[in-house]
């Protein structure tokens, strides 16, 4: 099974700060990574997919870049509804795995 | 825009068989994969399986003696059986469209095992 490690595991931050979340794996997936946003009680919600492709309607500020193991989700300036849960998800091979996510807190 | 919802029991007893279906609308089955992912209260997200339409599936290897996920394009629907649960499958379980991706989800059904 392909491992995805997500760091931090939480971070709090200010609405303005630029965030980075990164995500890696235990082997190549070339660019077979996605995002995702959960908030509490909804399913996640696709932000980010093959590494650096905004999902449509996905405000411009969240952007991913990477290939092969190490991947980062960038949010530019930290808005109120972005406080969330972000999980990293591979696609390169089953069984398919998710990160362990990272929660972003308000500081 | 297509729209996945949850439905079955929301309680299992344990060493029972859970059963979840999954109806699609505002687009056919007929193409794409269709997955189910769970998550445990507080955890993390695991995934379960998906069906193609044509019936062919795959499996998470830790749950594979378990599940069973079939599809009835009749219907626009596919579903999810997990025998021999325990609380261990307590979770929220979600149906998802896979296109090397999730890109639509259902709300989510929270399924718990306990007598």
């Known amino acids: 099974d392909i491992q995805m490690t997500q760091s931090p595991s939480s971070l709090s931050a200010s609405v303005g700060d630029r965030v980075i979340i990164t995500c890696r794996a235990s082997?190549?997936?070339?660019?077979?990574l996605n995002w995702y946003q959960q908030k509490p009680g909804k399913a996640p919600k696709l932000l980010i997919y093959a590494a650096s492709n905004l999902q449509s309607g996905v405000p411009s500020r969240f952007s991913g870049s990477g290939s092969g193991t190490d991947f980062t989700l960038t949010i530019s300036s930290l808005q109120p509804e972005d406080f969330a849960t972000y999980f990293c998800?591979?696609?390169?091979?089953?069984?398919?795995?998710f990160g362990g996510g990272t929660k972003v807190e308000i500081k | 825009q297509m729209q996945l919802q949850e439905s079955g029991p929301g309680l299992v007893k344990p060493s029972e068989t859970l059963s979840l279906t999954c109806t699609v609308s505002g687009g056919s089955i007929s193409s794409y994969f269709w997955s189910w992912i769970r998550q445990p209260p507080g955890k993390g997200l695991e995934w379960i399986g998906y069906?193609?339409?044509?019936?062919?599936?795959n499996y998470t290897p830790s749950l594979k003696s378990r599940v069973t996920i079939s599809v009835d394009t009749s219907k626009n629907q596919f579903s999810l059986k997990l025998t021999s649960v325990t609380a261990a499958d307590t979770a929220v379980y979600y149906c998802?469209?896979?296109?090397?991706?999730?890109?639509?989800w259902g709300q989510g059904a929270l399924v718990t095992v306990s007598s």
């Open positions: 998800q591979q696609s390169n091979g089953t069984p398919l795995t």
């Open positions: 069906i193609y339409y044509n019936g062919s599936t």
């Open positions: 082997q190549s997936i070339s660019s077979f």
């Open positions: 998802a469209m896979f296109d090397f991706w999730f890109d639509y």
